[in-house]
């Protein structure tokens, strides 16, 4: 072979090895032609594997959630209630453990959707919002628009807890997702019975005292309305000072709408839609409505509802209450405590659903998922991505749901038993409650909507009022629980109509259930021309929309 040759194929060799590790190779070097300046740069990458991209993330363990720091910038919703997020002890905890930074931009609670808005708008995002509340509507604007990033894989891939619970109760997971089939958001899913439901509380010594059963019928309650008002119960000698019920501002009346669960229509607190065997009615034009009506009437003529139902406040109610002779029969109110003095607590049951014309019994039940309290932005890799989703993974489980509500064993509270299933809050000198210090030193979770789960499965906090309240909800109210909607999804288009209707129509119910329960409609003479006027105003377009979207939600 001649030199000349020999030459040329080892310069082929060279070449072809060169070739081949260039393909191979971790480095490479692009060029790209500036835009103005007409210069032209020169930028080194590393090919990586999806793999390499995560390196710094512990999959392994919860804690800490990356090996070398990173910093999130979040924005929140701030109570006027609450410390400065970057110096709550929660906040400190976090990031100490999950060795994520957190650099944070609060906004005032009653300016968040100002500001909420004009961060999409001018395109000034967060990595992460946390403590906050975005809307429905959010979800399906800025969603599909790529602002907010989709979080089912991400969910499916790298959570933990979060994942456990929505296999536990697949309901949330469905209140959550979107119709395009994507989860934009996380959020707090209160688990504790006693904040699911309203209650009505009844004096159980009144009825000892004329001898009387609890009523478990709507004749029954009139009757046993009736002894209140007549017996003299509280033993002062008059007769006349007894309130048999008293309701609170039946201008915006959630009271009284409690009590359509006795004619078989639990309704949506903010809709009046109830749930008829899987099919939504609007329950104020429903025929048994006007049965409703007339029934509440009779009750207030004869003077067995407080007629100041209609304008007092809960301060009012509560100052009927703590009178030093008890006069009140029956009132709603989230414990008999928040009422009447201590000492009377447990002079009042949570009253059990009446039976209703149908023969069932039921009572409302609150959506436990309450949305739109985390969401990852576009200006999250994918390193951060999934670092920001495994720190509030965190939070659905008990042990991150206890420093969030909690705080820290030994410092915030103390167990009260062997078991750990009990415990002891430590109120810090200076606060007049735990709530107060919970809001100004310990964490969000006072007064924001914080991303997490409930108190239900954390050790139990020795009250004996909230004890009661807690013995009574699960006795009395939840074998009987109806939950009317779930969270429902609308169109832009749609979510305007309902916004409308919804507006107007139930104004007028409001005013029209006040003016027929008064008397000052009569009931017989004018429920037709109610219900004429709730078809002008386009309710049947409103439950259509209402029953797609449930359609919608139910094959999700």
């Known amino acids: 072979m001649s030199v000349r040759k020999a030459i040329a194929i080892m310069t082929c060799l060279i070449l072809l090895i060169a070739a081949i590790t260039g393909c191979n190779g971790k480095s490479t070097t692009t060029e790209t032609q500036g835009s103005t300046t007409g210069a032209t740069t020169s930028t080194a990458t590393t090919a990586t594997t999806g793999k390499d991209k995560l390196a710094n993330i512990n999959l392994e363990s919860q804690f800490p959630v990356v090996y070398e720091p990173i910093t999130l910038t979040l924005m929140g919703a701030r109570a006027p209630t609450q410390g400065e997020w970057e110096d709550l002890k929660f906040f400190k905890v976090l990031q100490e453990r999950s060795n994520i930074k957190l ?36 979800e399906m604007t800025y969603g599909p628009q790529g602002y907010l990033l989709p979080l089912e894989e991400l969910i499916d891939k790298y959570s933990v807890n979060f994942k456990a619970l929505i296999e536990k109760q697949p309901t949330v997971r469905k209140d959550i997702t979107t119709p395009d089939g994507h989860i934009y958001t996380l959020p707090f899913v209160n688990d504790m019975p ?8 009844f004096n159980k010594v009144w009825c000892d ?58 309704v949506d607190p903010e809709t009046y839609i109830a749930n008829k065997n899987d099919k939504l009615v609007f329950a104020p034009n429903q025929p048994i409505f006007k049965d409703f009506l007339l029934y509440m009437n009779k009750l207030y003529t004869e003077g067995l509802l407080d007629p100041e139902s209609f304008s007092q406040t809960n301060e009012q109610l509560k ?23 201590e000492d009377q607590n447990e002079h009042y049951i949570a009253l059990p659903p009446l039976l209703t014309p149908e023969g069932t019994r039921e009572w ?28 509030v993974d965190w939070l659905y489980s008990s042990e991150g749901a206890l420093v969030l509500m909690r705080g820290i064993e030994g410092e915030d509270y103390v167990y009260t038993n062997p078991e750990k299933t009990q415990c002891k809050l430590i109120i810090p000198e200076g606060f007049s409650n735990f709530e107060e210090y919970r809001a100004k030193k310990l964490t969000p979770n006072s007064g924001s909507r914080t991303p997490g789960i409930g108190a239900y499965t954390l050790p139990v906090v020795w009250n004996p009022l909230n004890d009661y309240i807690n013995e009574q909800v699960d006795k009395n109210l939840v074998p009987y629980w109806k939950q009317p909607l779930p969270r429902l999804y609308f169109s832009a288009e749609d979510q305007k109509k309902i916004a409308s209707i919804g507006a107007d129509v139930n104004a007028y119910v409001v005013q029209s259930m006040a003016r027929f329960i008064t008397g000052d409609l009569d009931i017989e003479a004018n429920f037709d021309n109610y219900l004429n006027d709730l078809d002008r105003m386009g309710i049947k377009e409103y439950m259509e929309i209402y029953q797609a979207a449930y359609d919608v939600w139910k094959k999700a």
Do not use: H
């Not at 006693?194 to 509380?201: A, F, G, V």
């Not at 039940?365 to 200006?379: C, D, S, Y």
């Open 103 to 138: 650099k944070f931009i609060t906004v005032p609670a009653e300016n968040w959707e100002e500001r909420k808005n004009l961060a999409f708008a001018g395109d000034n995002l967060p990595d992460i919002f946390f403590g906050c509340v975005l809307s429905a509507n959010d």
């Open 319 to 341: 100052a009927k209450g703590k009178q030093d002779v008890q006069i009140l029969g029956g009132f709603v109110n989230p414990g008999p405590f928040l009422v009447v003095p």
């Open 209 to 266: 005292e004329l001898e009387l059963e609890i009523p478990s019928t709507l004749n029954e309650f009139y009757t046993v309305l009736k002894a209140f008002k007549d017996g003299d119960p509280n033993k002062n000698g008059d007769p006349d000072d007894e309130i048999p019920l008293s309701f609170k501002d039946l201008n915006d009346p959630l009271d009284l709408r409690l009590m359509l669960s006795y004619w078989g229509l639990t």
């Open 194 to 201: 006693r904040d699911l439901t309203e209650k009505l509380w």
């Open 364 to 391: 409302l039940k609150l959506n436990p998922v309450r949305p739109g309290a985390f969401a990852i932005t576009k200006n999250c890799d994918e390193e951060k991505s999934v670092a920001a989703l495994r720190m």
